[in-house]
T-cell receptor
């Protein structure tokens, strides 16, 4: 069965810390995505990657960076965490192609204090 | 700017009732996907519709893609508590089809 695994379900960090969120997929998908989900704002794309070492900015990349050194792993980095980055973070992956479904992890609820 | 507008935003109904939720846009899309997100989990794909006028059924769920491929609806017959969740529609971004455009979702609560 398809599996996207996010490293933590809940995470609490302090303002200014560097935060790493990890995502691993076991489906050999080319594409991987990082979203954040906030009430009233829906799913917003932060970054995505369509191949190893390739990345593209999404709609809200400011304050974030990503790393994809291996096909199965996509990391989201908060360079200097701020309280407005408190959110639910969702990782997804998919095969290349216009109508391919995205498969999501269960999310990481991140709180920045 | 391409937008997907979902309505209603919230819906609370009793078990056994029927309901319809909508996903509308002024843009034409090559396809449209519906996902359901249950509390504490990520969204899961329900269906992809491709052809204008297409109707797809998934047990008690009926999905329709508008003739002009600008809108879609999801009809649930005899809703059950297990249908509770956030229903999201998504479509390929015409400017960069590696990305999806997402609606804000309809939050459905089915009460026993």
């Amino acid at each position: 069965d398809v599996k996207v695994t996010q490293s933590s379900r809940y995470l609490v960090k302090r303002t200014g810390e560097k935060v790493f969120l990890e995502c691993v997929q076991d489906m050999d998908h080319e594409n991987m995505f990082w979203y954040r989900q906030d009430p009233g704002l829906g799913l917003r794309l932060i970054y995505f990657s369509y191949d190893v070492k390739m990345k593209e900015k999404g709609d809200i990349p400011e304050g974030y960076s990503v790393s994809r050194e291996k096909k199965e792993r996509f990391s989201l980095i908060l360079e200097s965490a701020s309280t407005n980055q408190t959110s639910m973070y969702l990782c997804a992956s998919s095969f290349r192609g216009l109508r391919k479904p995205q498969h999501f992890g269960d999310g990481t609820r991140l709180s920045i204090l | 700017t391409q937008l997907l507008e979902q309505s209603p935003q919230f819906l609370s109904i009793q078990e056994g009732e029927n309901l319809t939720v909508y996903c509308n846009s002024s843009s034409v899309f090559s396809s449209l996907q519906w996902y359901r997100q249950e509390p504490g989990e990520g969204p899961v794909l329900l269906v992809t519709v491709v052809t204008g006028g297409e109707v797809k059924k998934l047990k008690r769920l009926t999905f329709q893609f508008g003739d002009a491929r600008k809108d879609s609806s999801l009809h649930i017959t005899a809703a059950q508590p297990g249908d509770t969740g956030l229903y999201l529609c998504a479509a390929p971004n015409a400017g960069n089809n590696r990305k999806l455009i997402w609606g804000l979702g309809t939050s459905l609560a089915v009460n026993p």
